[in-house]
């Protein structure tokens, strides 16, 4: 048995920034261990512990495909300590990582089913990492059609502009972005997320759809998809819920008898129909 | 069944003994209170006490918690892990109600797919010597969750008080082998027993009050929205002595203490019945209010935790009773919950 709390060292090697205002960067990590590196196996969807020394760690989703080799990326916004401490390192700066964690999106049962992926704001890094690895060579076609609808309030928040532009390209997929409200120069749609996804209808036939993103989008949407037929059980979603441990053991992120960092965080809405509201 | 007998004036020397082999924890008064100490003489223990105010889980895991240390530095970061303990111990003197709390601390702290080793280290090395309460308190309520003042769950010996003996009963092979160090216990005989039950059983019915919990789990399944919440929770100020001093809750909070070049990540005990505990870093608050969180709590050790692990985990000790500043009474909670 070893010490579940102990994270490995990872270094800075690059750092993105995501939006105009620079609160919201992508940092690129290495294990310092490259026997660490090669055991770490994770899934779209699932988050590590993310620790500055001296400031705490928190728990963020991993943004980066499982088909990324050698590396992991985590989108972070300047929030709070310990996002604030990272926002301040610099490339080749040492961090903790432990994980990951958490369920990730059940790829086994989106194989061979079209794919809808709708997402809001900043709560997009699980969802591109799920778009990477089905989008990846090897995995393509495993999965149907792709159809990713994602909106932010400005231009300026969408993150991952590179991906966003490069799959506007590709022919596989259908990518919808959209903003709150009328930019100059803006060729996306504009209007909330529910009200593009309406728009857009992608059929539910043989279909799946992920979901991650503010409170109000999520519930504005689940409508929407339940209209165009989408059944509970083929409605997943990406929870965010306060967390500490990570691994089920310090109490805060249950919903009822799951909890988010070990049971989630990714439910389908036919789970969350029958746990308590208190998400 | 096995036992050993002991006179009452032994006892120092029984504690004695345990401390040349053991690290010992006992109760030991300190001002008005009883804390559970490290001891190194069996005259520093003192079991003249009821309970003792914090419950036994502060020895397997502490208030406070080092989890790691760290150095960082030009070359780079440099963790080291907390050593495990390595010295048997035994715990001395604690409740039945208290013994059994940690049988689901032991559950839940071992289960899924982590294990807290730091937790589980310090329980396997630990004998447990339990004392049988010969008179419980008003708020006791062991009886009415399936302990008893005489139980023996969780336990490797247990103590019971029979006027001017001990009657020591061995309850596992740990507890024989402790027994084994101490040659000059004596038998006991059958009127010892006989004694003992006499004395269980008064013991047992000086508990008036029996709540019937049957069914309590599944009454909860449809209690989440109920009405009562708003009612209960009114008077709670949200102190949180109710988790902190009771023997089966667990949370924590991590974080760290120190400067950019060294310091350590600590846990500490933390409280569902705080706003911050679930505050998200959006300013989204899942449990808003009271009534939430004292939802939370009670859901928790009547609803949630059972469903898991298929017990109630609430060993009627009666501390968060005899604690709460606004006479906040769980079993009132249960009773109104269970004549809905």
């Known amino acids: 048995m070893t010490n579940p709390y102990l994270p490995n060292i990872a270094v800075i090697k690059k750092i993105i920034s995501e939006n105009e205002v620079n609160d919201i960067k992508t940092f690129e990590l290495v294990f310092e261990d490259p026997e660490i590196a090669k055991n770490f196996k994770y899934r779209p969807g699932q988050f590590a512990e993310v620790s500055f020394f001296g400031a705490g760690e928190c728990p963020i989703g991993i943004a980066s495909s499982p088909m990324d080799e050698g590396f992991l990326q985590f989108t972070i916004k300047k929030i709070g300590v310990v996002t604030t401490a990272l926002h301040n390192c610099k490339e080749g700066d040492k961090i903790g990582i432990r994980g990951p964690y958490g369920n990730g999106w059940p790829i086994e049962a989106m194989e061979g089913r079209n794919i809808v992926i709708v997402g809001g704001g900043f709560a997009f890094t699980t969802l591109r990492s799920l778009a990477k690895y089905i989008l990846h060579e090897r995995n393509r076609e495993r999965f149907k059609e792709l159809t990713i609808i994602y909106g932010a309030r400005d231009p300026g928040e969408l993150l991952y502009k590179q991906d966003l532009e490069m799959w506007g390209k590709r022919s596989d997929l259908n990518t919808v972005l959209t903003i709150d409200k009328e930019v100059a120069g803006w060729k996306g749609k504009v209007g909330y997320v529910p009200t593009i996804l309406k728009e857009s209808a992608p059929s539910s036939k043989d279909a799946v759809a992920a979901i991650c993103g503010p409170p109000v989008m999520i519930k504005f949407s689940i409508p929407v998809l339940t209209e165009l037929g989408f059944p509970a059980d083929k409605i997943l979603l990406s929870l965010e819920m306060r967390m500490k441990c990570g691994i089920g053991k310090c109490g805060r992120c249950n919903i009822g008898s799951k909890f988010v960092c070990k049971d989630g965080p990714v439910f389908t809405q036919k789970e969350l129909q029958e746990m308590p509201k208190e998400h | ?340």
């Open chain 2, 1 to 340: 069944m096995k036992a050993k007998i002991m006179d009452k004036n032994e006892l120092q020397d029984f504690v004695d003994e345990l401390t040349k082999d053991y690290k010992v924890f006992a109760p030991v008064k300190m001002n008005r209170i009883f804390r559970l100490k490290e001891i190194s003489k069996g005259k520093e223990a003192c079991l003249g006490y009821q309970n003792t105010r914090q419950p036994p889980k502060e020895i397997f895991f502490p208030q406070t918690e080092i989890l790691f240390t760290y150095k960082m530095d030009k070359e780079g970061v440099e963790l080291e892990d907390i050593p495990l303990p390595n010295e048997k111990r035994v715990l001395f003197g604690i409740r039945p109600c208290d013994a059994r709390a940690l049988v689901f601390l032991d559950r839940f702290f071992s289960s899924g797919d982590y294990k807290d080793i730091s937790y589980l280290e310090k329980r396997e090395k630990t004998t447990i010597i339990g004392l049988a309460c010969n008179s419980p308190l008003s708020t006791c309520f062991c009886t009415s969750l399936g302990g008893s003042p005489f139980g023996k769950e969780g336990m490797d010996l247990l103590l019971e008080d029979i006027n001017e003996k001990y009657l020591i009963e061995i309850l596992s092979e740990q507890g024989a082998k402790l027994v084994e160090h101490i040659p000059w216990l004596k038998d006991a005989e059958n009127a010892d027993f006989e004694r003992a039950k006499k004395i269980s059983e008064e013991a047992e019915s000086t508990i008036k009050l029996k709540i019937a919990v049957e069914g309590l789990r599944k009454k909860f399944d449809s209690m989440f929205d109920a009405p009562l919440w708003d009612q209960i929770y009114q008077k709670c100020i949200g102190c949180g002595v109710c988790t902190y001093l009771c023997p089966t809750c667990w949370c924590f909070d991590i974080l760290d203490e120190g400067t950019p070049t060294c310091g350590r990540r600590v846990r500490i005990w933390d409280t569902c019945q705080f706003p911050l505990f679930t505050l998200e870093a959006s300013g989204l608050n899942p449990r808003p209010s009271g009534k939430e969180r004292m939802r939370q709590r009670v859901m928790h050790k009547f609803n949630y935790f059972p469903k898991d692990f298929g017990e109630l985990v609430c060993v009627g000790c009666g501390r968060c009773v005899q604690a709460c500043p606004v006479n906040l009474d769980i079993r009132e909670i249960i009773k109104a919950i269970m004549n809905t």
